[in-house]
């Protein structure tokens, strides 16, 4: 259950909605159905909200006695009045820490050392990343491609790949593990892919696309739309006709169904964390970590885009240093 604090105002949860309406550029890890998202996944969500500004906070005991605030992708608009709030939420719930992981673009971003806060040694959400623009037709979109891109999009749907709405979370998170043993990443319980698509998609803001060939599922992904942005999250493929190309279509189709909800630009979510020119010069001999998908990412015309990365404020410093010490790599 997400609660509101007071900065300037007292909001109701209507109050809250209207706030990110007034605010295209939220990030959709600040709504309220992020939010209750997680509260079904051991965190707890709550909001803080002033005239022109918003925040939604994680909280997450990772052992007894050991709790710490985490704002994803936010806050958003002008808050740096909003710090002292923060501040006080967190301390008042215990926190030894508070992480802001501001989004890309977010000018208040630089105020942060000012009020004590520190780069963090680790990210929670990945820090750089591909946009895709999605001005134009869908020639115009294709012309923007790589040239072997194009071909691939326009070889699967020669050798039969059919790509469509798939309302089958378990199926979908089933796939997602097997693609995760298989490739070496965590993921989600099923649970977690359920709840997701049970609070988003009636908002018509997710959708599980399938491709297919041979009547075969061989490759699926959840994307998510919300104002003028979409983000491409999860992934699956099953390497069965990998030759068919299925996972160009897939992505073509999530860009499209993006385009057609409204959206101004699909994030690709995550990239090694180095500046462009390593990336081109390396993506073709390495395959570990964000790497092995750099290649195929690349493709689809998007621009790189680097957030201010996650910010740290200590509130109980003993705790804090040994969470750096011997904590998980992750938080979320």
Known sequence: MVRFGVVSTSPSAGEWEALLLQHSEAHLLQTPAWGQLKARHGWQAEALAG???????????????????????????????????????????GAFVLILEPDAGDPVAEQLP??????????????????????????????????????????ARRKGVRVRSWEDPAAFAAMLRSTGDRQGFGVHTPDYYQDAFDIFHPRGECEILVAEAEDQPVASLMVFGR?????????????????????????????????????????????????????????????????????????????????PGAWELPLRRAIHSLYHRFGPGHAA
Request: no cysteine; glycine share 12%.
């Open 227 to 307: 104002g003028q942005g979409s983000w491409y999250f999860y992934g699956a493929s099953t390497g069965v006709h990998r030759d068919r190309m299925p996972t160009y279509l897939l992505q073509w189709e999530a860009i499209r169904w993006a385009r057609n909800r409204g959206a101004s630009w699909y994030d690709l979510w995550g990239v090694p964390d180095v500046p462009l020119d390593q990336l081109e010069a390396g993506f073709a001999s390495r395959s570990d970590g964000l790497w092995g998908v750099y290649r195929f990412k690349r493709g689809f015309g998007g621009r790189l885009v680097r957030t």
């Open 114 to 155: 000012r009020h004590g806060f520190l780069p963090a040694a680790r990210t929670i959400q990945p820090r750089s990343s591909l946009v895709v623009d999605l001005d134009g037709s869908d020639n115009d979109l294709l012309a923007r491609m790589n040239q072997k891109t194009r071909y691939n999009i326009g070889l």
């Open 51 to 93: 005239t022109d500004a918003g925040a939604l906070v994680l909280l997450r005991s990772l052992l007894p006695g050991l709790r710490l605030a985490y704002v994803p992708r936010g806050p958003f608009g002008q808050w740096d009045r909003l710090i002292p709030e923060l501040v006080g939420l967190a301390r008042q719930r």
